[in-house]
């Protein structure tokens, strides 16, 4: 495997400024920490609740008497007569009585199996019981399909006046009326950033199954976080710190813009800025998005000064195709540019091209999460899962294998910018009672053929191998898991923690001619907790144990000590304890 050059300090500290681009590269930040996302504080998972209480019959009159009579059939219509609705009439096929003389109660098993069937395909409706004469032997039943016909909102809506008074049309456009489409609607605006609804419903004075919604709605224009953690290697600044910031609202298209950046405590060895701004197109939650980060890193090399600027820029599409309160699909694309450029600075201030990566490419990805919740709304098991396919083009000079255009090589004189990288991952959990949960993890990626630093997958704290710094090890194919039981607490209403240990490896394969090391497997063992307070701090510490050397060969190819992670991130606004 190719090796880091902080595995290789003795080496190019005895060769000096000779040594291979493709050792001295392994400096430059990985793809993962250059994704500055961070755990935030616990909070409310965005939901959308369809209130609608009373809508429904009430209890039957019929229900305690001792008349009996013969029921052959069962007619079942709007009020008046009307035919109902295709998909309702579909839903109500098959309903048949019980054969000869039965209790006149069965009129309203018959009603309830009705209005069973509307509310499990999530109807807002109400089954009555018309006055009739049975004589014949056919039952009538009348389904009063609810409709929006007024819609009362009450809130601040912020920026989003003219995006919510689409999704209210949309919503009196349901007629009849599904819970399960009006949560999806709501869901969707809920996702609009910034902006909380929800939605209760109540009979209004007209015709039987008109309603009056009233929609409440919340809106915040900005939230702010920062996070102090220790997860770097020691050469590239072990303790950094962050401040994220996002804005809601600011063109009012259902926009969000972040500013992230992070940098190492003295501002030396790493910093690193972000910006990304995405907007929603449509009714049906279409998003777009403007991604760009630059990074500086300057590690600390012994005598050697070697300077790494990073660039990475995306334009990306994402479309829901399944939204419910706990089920969701998303399908996103798009396109993506890296660029990582490496220099050594002499001490008279000139300055070696040494490495430069250019990839290009087209991804898409196909990402989705599912819970179970138990009757207080709280998530009791839960799976998440997405699957990324990725191919690199030859546009903006990518990369050619092996060339060395300007005196710079590539970071691989094997590693390819016109791969096809496949990712998936595979996250669960399940708690068995109010204590103990079991959670895992597995993930990996495939390629075609050998590939540069920035598209390699790579252990580390950030990753998959806890108590390995992050790049100590990569490769072009890698499977890694996650074996973690936890123990929940509750302090009070505001503080709840978790203990956990944890087990994870990682299988890396190099398939690139020059490798050194084509097959390694690595592993960790651990434990530590988590703490959070409301909406407001969340502490997190974890306690490594490497089980392995990261490489086999060179100066630093020995087990890495033990290490006790600190993160600690602080919500500022919204701020709530």
Known sequence: MKKPLFATIAGVAAIGISASAAQAQQAVQTRDQLD????????PQATARVRSDGIEAGPCPLATSDIRTTIASVEITAPGGAALPGEIMQLLGGITPAAGEQPIRQVCDLRDEVQARLRAARYVASVQVPQQRIDSGVLKLEVVSGR?????VRGDVGPYEAMLQRRIERLKELDP???AEAERILLLANDIPGLSVELALSPASGRPGDLIGELSVSFRSFSLLANLQNYNADFLGRETALLHAEF????GQGDITTLTGQSTFDFKEQRIAALRHAMILNNAGTTMELRGTVAEARPDLLSLDQRTVSLVAGLGFSHPLLRTVTDRVKLSGGFEYSQQRSRFYQAGGGSSPLTRDRISALYLRLEGSTAKLDVTGEQRAGLSGSLEL???IDVFGASRQGDIVDLYGTSRSDGSSLATVVRGSVEAFYKAGPVFELAGKVNGQWANRALLNYDTYAIGNFTIGRGYDPGANTGDRAIGFVIEPRLNFTLDQKVKGQVYGFYEGVKLWNIGPNATEKERFIASVGGGGRLSLSQAIRLDVTYTHALDKPLLTGAFAKRPKDRVLVSMTFQF?????
Do not use: H, Q
Request: charged content about 25%; hydrophobic content about 45%.
């Open 573 to 577: 606004v919204p701020f709530s304890l």
């Open 148 to 152: 929006i016909v007024e819609m009362r």
């Open 177 to 179: 009326l599904n819970e």
């Open 36 to 43: 500055l996302s961070v755990a935030k504080p616990d909070a």
């Open 248 to 251: 809601y609202g600011l063109t």
């Open 390 to 392: 990725r191919r690199g």
